[in-house]
């Protein structure tokens, strides 16, 4: 640990600890009821760094109000973040009177980031040869370390200078901006490099160097040795722009224009009387006693951290046992047949379901009441362990047995590792992450640690705290016992604990309560066993196609010189830039936030319009993606014993409650270009079988026409018609029968545009048409359906009353931003408030369709149907061929059971040999 010099320059990101503070214990409240444990926590710190280092030079900085220059930069930066709690904000006036009467300088500038501010001054300062330590939990603040500058966490207790930065990170300092930049950061909505998480992060700035050297040649990235950097050129070619927005994103400003130097941040002498005050006012009784007492007017920071006159939250009052002898192995047994509710988690050594091997289970019977019970622990050393298969023989009555309630935090995962040992665990009654999810599927994210923060205000040991990080992390069957056990009985513990704070909650709202049981619960099974069963792919034909889609992106680089009457980098958008504006003299239709001429996406999509060199590239970047994530990779996904892909689905991260899947996407998979297709031709039935895939024809429109009411849209469903072609004959003013393709067309458009939102300026710019003839498509339109219309205005008006809307099931769908002062955001939560309903209500009923399917298949049919795939509004089946065309009609009228709206809802499926001929 470095030494931190005497007398340092303080700055302290006040903004990281509020936050901080404000999720963590103690969650105090004065007489009057208002929030003061935001206030406390990051006063008490304060107190402690001035003990500890008494500085007299030291600032305060935090946030100000209002957008940033990184918002110019990227729009959608940190637009995820929920907008700060109510009895959050509250705390913030009478947080700073005291930092003030403390006699702290405080700093907050618009435009900019505290982060920013201090990069500032600690650069300012380090030139100057001071001593600087920035008080943080950000790990974005590493990147200013350097031989001046030291970070320290009181609220862990830790200190980091170079080498602290470089053995945490895996690189030093001046690479900590590249290693976010690849990485991405969800919290701040930054894109990062897709897929690359920090391992493989790590091993291509370890190999190559830089994001600024990965950028000029992505072929570099294929000397280093990790898994897909064989594929990685193509990546970063595909997401370069994205890339180096990421790296703008990720670096802290250090030129703020400041009003006073670092030398006049000066701790002055508290002001005595207006501290005697805030204190009294929080009801901060100690430090109140402290100051009245005080003859000189400084605070005794001898008692400064203790804090014993709060109302200090309870430590979790805990009893965990680890599971080592037959005896123990009896009496937990016992109390798990005796149990009603068994809360239980897995310890595994892979996050993959197919490959984890099991290394111990751990149980929650009551609150405070959790074991932890070792299998395959095999470090050196390792404690004696029961023998695993006849323990797991003991527990299969148990875990089998429907009678005894299990709940779990993704559940999923535990049921495919327990299917793993033979297993079937039955009795799935509850899950906390599902549970979180329905209550409100936006607030933040649902992994377990972030839950017990949030709605226990306890802070759970991390996988980090026992295994490590980075490459030198470790597998759950190497941690000591004396670390694992606390971890596994904790998390069961805990789990059990949330459940019981969260279902409190939905029961207090029947509908939600509804969703979660007769919605979510029953697909969580329905999933993990779509998981297993997994799909069989034809990797040689993906061969040959990557084989065809290399010779392919070649012929379109040599096109691509021809024109150009040079060669480059197709993908470098340094090379574009100098190409199409300088050389050619290309029309410049937007800049990037640093001024120089965009190669985004949209951008070549209309240079396209006129150009042959721009379509050539986009062609180029559609094939190479394709190649690289899908022909390339998928033979690479096939498991070693089953010989099929295994796709991961997410149930708790839309929140209109789609499923999403990953490794591999299905959501992504391309079906509007000809080689998009194709790869659904690799997506094949074994011998004997065929592919039946069935999809709902039109669901959203259907599902607005049922909400909206518009007797025009509900007519035109129950006559049957093309409702495109309805669209087009209101529209336009002609009959049905007249419809022309091109009509229909901009039927279409304007119908699917409508249900996202889109304004007359993105129709106009789809269509390619006049604004002012976009607006008049939308103005007959809603003359037309004037239900629709009225459906819109009232859901807006709603959403911004309640703030939130639902599905027609019941779902939540809650809109942060919907008052927002910021036009932008606020249309933005609008559009939402129309389309979540729709694609809400939609996500729900082939949720149903798939619990209404499975049943069936379940209790009627003996193996002739299994369950694949869940692609948007499409379920994807493995029949026997000889069953196939009854089977295909009995999944239509199932799927049109799922709901019972006032059109028609109907469900088309086709058969083939493969996917794409079955869709």
Known sequence: MPTIAENPLVLVDGSSYLYRAYYAPPHLTNSKGEATGAVYGVVNMLRSLLKQYSPSHIAVIFDAKGKTFRNDMYSDYKAHRPPMPDDLRTQIEPLHRIIKAMGLPLISIPGVEADDVIGTIAVNASKEGRNVLISTGDKDMAQLVDENVTLINTMTDTIMGTEEVTNKFGVGPNLIIDLLALMGDKADNIPGLPGVGEKTALAMLQGVGSVAKLLDDPDAVTQVTFRGSK??????????????????????????????????????????????????????????AELLDSSSGVINHQTADTGDDEAQPDAIDAEYDTILTAESLSQWLTKLEAAELVCLDTETTSLNYMDAKLVGLSFAIEAGKAAYLPLAHDYLDAPQQLDFDDTVAKLKPILENPAIKKIGQNLKYDIAILANVGIELKGVEFDTMLESYVFNSVASRHDMDGMALKYLGHKAISFEEVAGKGAKQLTFNQISLDQAAPYAAEDADITLRLHQH??????????LAKVFTDIEMPVLSILS????????????????????????????????????????????????????????????????????????????????????????????????????????????????????????????????????????????IPIRTEEGRRIRQAFIAPEGKRVLAADYSQIELRIMAHLSQDKGLLDAFAEGKDIHSATAAEVFNVEFSEVTTEQRRRAKAVNFGLIYGMSAFGLAKQLDIARAEAQSYIDTYFARYPGVKRYMEETRALAADKGYVETLFGRRLYLPEINARNAMRRQAAERAAINAPMQGTAADIIKKAMIIVSNWIESETHGEITMLMQVHDELVFEVDAAHAESLQQKVCELMAEAADLDVPLLAEAGLGENWQQAH
């Open 231 to 288: 594929s990685m050129p193509a990546k970063i070619r595909d997401n370069a722009e994205d890339l180096q927005l990421s790296y703008d994103l990720a670096t802290i400003k250090i030129d703020v224009e400041l009003e006073q130097a670092w030398q006049e941040l000066i701790h002055k002498q508290q002001d005595k009387d207006e501290l005697i005050k805030c204190f009294g006012e929080m009801e901060f009784k100690r430090w109140l």
């Open 502 to 511: 969260l279902w409190s909650r939905l029961e207090k709202s029947p509908e």
């Open 529 to 668: 066993k779509m998981e297993r069963n997994g799909v069989l792919i034809d990797s040689m034909l993906l061969g040959q196609q990557s084989q065809e889609l290399a010779q392919k992106i070649d012929e379109l680089e040599q096109k691509a010189f021809e024109i150009a009457g040079e060669k480059f980098n197709l993908s470098s958008p340094k090379q574009l830039q100098a190409l199409f504006f300088e050389k050619l003299g290309y029309p410049i239709i937007k800049k990037t936030p640093k001024g120089a001429p965009s190669t985004a996406e949209e951008v070549l999509v209309e240079l396209a319009l006129d150009y042959p060199l721009p379509k050539i590239i986009l062609e180029h970047r559609s094939l190479s993606k394709l190649k690289s994530t899908y022909t390339d990779k998928l033979p690479l996904m096939v498991n070693g014993k089953t010989g099929r892909v295994h796709t991961s689905y997410h149930q708790a991260n839309a929140a209109t409650g789609r499923l999403s899947s990953s490794d591999p996407n299905l959501q992504n």
